[in-house]
């Protein structure tokens, strides 16, 4: 059974930073897209940062300049680094990802970010 954990989320001060990860385990042959949605309470999941498995990126306009998003392949694992936190960035994190040979995506359970002021 293949699915992904994401770990790193936390309580963390406005300005401060934090790294998530969330690799793929089970059996995976490759993997397309990974990447990141967000869901504050309240509010829609909406995507914050994808990468192709070459290597591509897209972000957030709310993000930009402030998050990397990076993968590394042989571990079949994605990251997100976030710098400058800011109290809007609080959310559950889930990390996603376009598995070849499975259908549709492939979701992990989430992780809490809170920023504090």
């Known amino acids: 059974q293949v699915q992904l954990v994401e770990s790193g989320g936390g309580l963390v001060e406005a300005g401060g930073s934090l790294r998530l990860s969330c690799p793929a385990s089970?059996?995976?042959?490759?993997?397309?897209?990974m990447g990141w949605y967000r869901q504050a309470p309240g509010k829609q999941r909406d995507l914050v940062a994808s990468?192709?498995?070459?290597?591509?990126?897209n972000y957030a306009d709310s993000v930009k300049g402030r998050f990397t998003i990076s993968r590394d392949n042989a571990k079949n694992t994605v990251y997100l680094q976030m710098n400058s936190l800011k109290l809007e960035d609080t959310a559950v994190y889930y990390c996603?990802?376009?598995?070849?040979?499975?259908?549709?995506?492939?979701w992990g359970q989430g992780t809490q970010v809170t920023v504090s002021s």
């Open positions: 996603y990802a376009n598995i070849k040979g499975l259908p549709g995506i492939l």
């Open positions: 089970g059996s995976i042959f490759s993997i397309n897209v």
């Open positions: 990468i192709s498995s070459g290597g591509s990126t």
